[in-house]
Structure formats: C-alpha cells, structure tokens
C-alpha cells in the first residue's frame, strides 16, 4: 500500500519492458535469419554453443523477462479477482521465480562454454 | 400524427428493471427532455437528477444508450437507434433511485487525492504571479475545465474491476494542483495518488478522455502524475 | 423482474479499449508460454532427440500457423507496449490512435514474415 513501493514496482515494470523491447527486436530477428535452413537440436546448438556474447544478452534477456511478467500478472490476477492483499503477489512472484529459474538453466546449458 | 420514440428508463434501485415508455418526438429534443416529459407527463414517480440544463452544472449525466453522457447536452435524433433509446443511471455507482446515483464516494476519492488547495499565502501577502505561458501553468490549464460530472468515472473500467481505484477525475485534479506553484501540500498529494489504488492502477484504455464532455484527458493527467511519482521516487521524495 | 443496469454493451468500441484488451491477454499467453519455450530450449542439450522429434512435430502447417500466432502475440504486446511507453514517459496524446493502428500493422506484418518464413 506504500507508495513508495507501488512506485518503485511500476517503475522495474518499464524499465523492464525497455530492454525487453529491444531484446525481442533482436531476438525476433535472429531467430528469423537462423530458422533459415530450418530447425533441429544439432543446430540450434551448434551455433550457439560457447558464445559468451549470446549468453550475456540472453541473461540479460532472462531476468527482463522474470521481472517483467509477474507485475503484469500481479495485476491481471487483482483486475480479475479482486483478490487483495499479499496472495496477488505471491502467485506471480512463484511464476517469476520459476521463470528464472528455468530461463538461466536454459541459458546456461545452451550458451555454456 | 407525430413521430414516437420508445424509451427505456430504468426503474428501480440496484434491482430494477427497465421500463418502457412512448414520448412524442419533437425536433431538437434533448435526452433531457425526453425524461423530463416523462416524469411530468406519464409518470411522476420517475426520479432524476438536472440543475442548469445548458451544459455546465454536469448534474444530468446519465447513460444513454450504453454510453456516459451530459443528457441536456445529447440531441436525441443523434443516439436514438431505431426510433429506440435507452436511459439508465450512471455506472459504477450506487443506484439510489431510477437515475439517479449515489455521488458520494465519487467526491470522496476526490478528497482521498488530495483534489483541494492547499494555500501558502495570505489575504495580506502580494498576488502569486504565474505566467500563463509557463509549463506548469499550461499542464494545468489543460485538465482545470473539469466540473465534476463523473461521466468519466461512469465510463472507466479500472473503477469496475478496483473499487479502491481513486479514478480519473481524482486524479486529474490532483495533476492540475501538482502542477500549481502556489500550492504547498504537492509532497503530500504525490504520496496519496501514486500508489496501486492511484494513478498506477490506470491502463491508459482513455475511455474517460473519450467521453469527457469537456474534452479533457485525464489519461494524459494521470501519465504526468506516474511521471511525477518516478521523479519524487528517484529524489527519494516519497 | 431483475434486469441489469448494464444491459447495453456498445459503449467498449473504441480503438484505445481493444489495444488494452489485445495487451492483456498477448501479456498473460507470452507469461504461459515461456515456462515452456525455456523447458524445450533445456532439451536441445538435455536430450537433442526427443528435440528433434518434437521439431519434426513442429513441421505440421497447423502447428506453423500456431508459432506465427505466438509471433504475432509477442508483436502485439511489444508494439502496444511502446504506444504505453511513449503515452506515459512523452506528455503527449492526440496521435494515439494513429499509433494503436500502426502498432497492430506492425505486429500482423512481423507475424507474416515468421509464417512466410517457415513455408
């Protein structure tokens, strides 16, 4: 109920939703341009493996993402419900954190030297 | 014989229902005076709200056809669809009789944002010169015509679905008293309207700016009111 | 006999309301499919066969048409994102409309080329 933490969370929601526009621009298009020749484990792995550049951006990419989700979830939840207090928040922040969780794993597992 | 219109009123409190009635159709009639012809002539105990009947009170705001409108304001040849119109009391807020709603928490969250000057001078001090070219005097010359219909409120669906959301016209105001220099309570008003019940909550679907019959855009007030709120946060202000 | 005060629905048409609408549900689809785009990104390393025969799954015309739509969806929501951006952090307002349409051009043009892509 503080504003100062209602603030701040709308704030991490767009500054979040900036560097997501931009990394969906990129990605879009390299996934675009790399699904050229059609796709398979073999080569989404071979061009990606070891490229320590990739892997920053998609961490970057990642944690945008497990940012920006549950405050927008968080709210559709409240909109939707009118559920109050904390529970709007615990539930999309177990999704954020899930989201992280999987999203690095897969980051690292892909891009890892 | 003279053309007719079928009119639906509701009729009733929260529970009700819509009744129907015929009223001659007359050239420049407005949706006002269609119900005034209605409580005068077919049925007295109709109930409804209208002071000045030229558009400047706000006090005859209704919905007309599914729509939040001024009804001295609304020519009826204009929204009647198939010689039918119906007419019902405004949204979002308690219905006390037929068309006629509850505006109390509606001036309530007007106070809860803090929408009342807080002055720094006295009768006895010099006038505040404020150039009518300045910034901040222009932001607050843009959203300053508000007369307190509630057609936005009516017309906004984050009311709907939160019913601790200060609304619009709250929040408007309190942008037009953010943006005045000589007010002194600003550190307080921010700290009332940006929190997830204020100006956070608003997902800029501008259907109060659509049918603000003063054309103002509390979407545009309530944007400068998150960008404020940033500012005061990143000063550590608030 | 009870009716709704609210029986007349009309008064949603109205550009601004259906780009509101399309953010929201683009916004909770994307939060519903990403757990599962990183589980399957996992498995390219995890277990690259079980992938591949999941990709050749992913040939199917109805299944491109679905991966068009998730395009057309993260389009969506990012264009209308940026009409949200510019509308909060510039003080400005009458072009909206204007930039609700080309933000729906934008996002259906961006879903094509993934589609054409794919063919």
Known sequence: MSSRVDTRRWLIQRVSAMVLAVAVIVHLGVIIMATQNGLSAAEIVGRVQGNVGWMVFYIIFVVAAALHAPIGLRTVIREATGMQGRWPGFISGTIGVLMLIMGLQAVLRLYGV | ???????????????????????????????????????????????????????????????????????????????????????GPLRNLPVVKDLATDMREFFDKWAKAEGNFKPTTTRHDEFATVKPSDKKRKQATAAIECIGCGVCYSSCDVVAWNKDYLGPAALNRAWTLINDVRDSGNDERLKAVAGDAGCHACHSTQMCQERCPKHLSPTASIAGLKRAATSALLKGKL | ????????????????????????????????????????????????????????????????????????????????????????????????????????GLSLIVGLVFLLNGI
Not at chain 3, 31 to 59: C, G, K, Q
Request: charged share 20%; aromatic share 10%.
């Open chain 2, 1 to 87: 014989m003279a053309d007719t219109l079928e009119v639906s009123v509701w009729r009733g409190g929260e529970n009700g229902e819509y009744e129907t009635y015929t009223v001659p159709s007359r050239e420049s009639q407005t949706v006002l005076d269609i119900v005034t012809y209605i409580q005068r002539r077919l049925d007295p105990s109709l109930s409804y709200r209208f002071a000045c009947r030229v558009g400047v009170c706000g006090s005859c705001a209704m919905t007309v056809n599914g729509k939040a409108r001024w009804t001295c304001r609304t020519h009826a040849r204009l929204v009647t669809e198939n010689g039918k119109l119906e007419i």
């Open chain 3, 1 to 104: 006999m009870n009716q709704s005060v609210n029986s007349h629905r009309a008064h949603r048409a109205h550009a601004t309301y259906w780009a509101f609408i399309l953010h929201r549900l683009s916004g909770v689809a994307l939060a519903l499919f990403l757990p599962v785009h990183f589980y399957m990104l996992s498995m390219t390393v995890t277990d690259a066969a079980r992938f591949d025969n999941f990709i050749s799954w992913t040939e199917a015309p109805l299944v491109k048409l679905a991966e068009a739509g998730l395009v057309v969806l993260l389009a969506l929501h990012l264009t209308g994102g940026l009409r949200l951006l510019a509308l909060e952090f510039l003080p400005w307002r009458d072009w909206q409309k204007s930039a609700v349409a080309l933000a729906s």
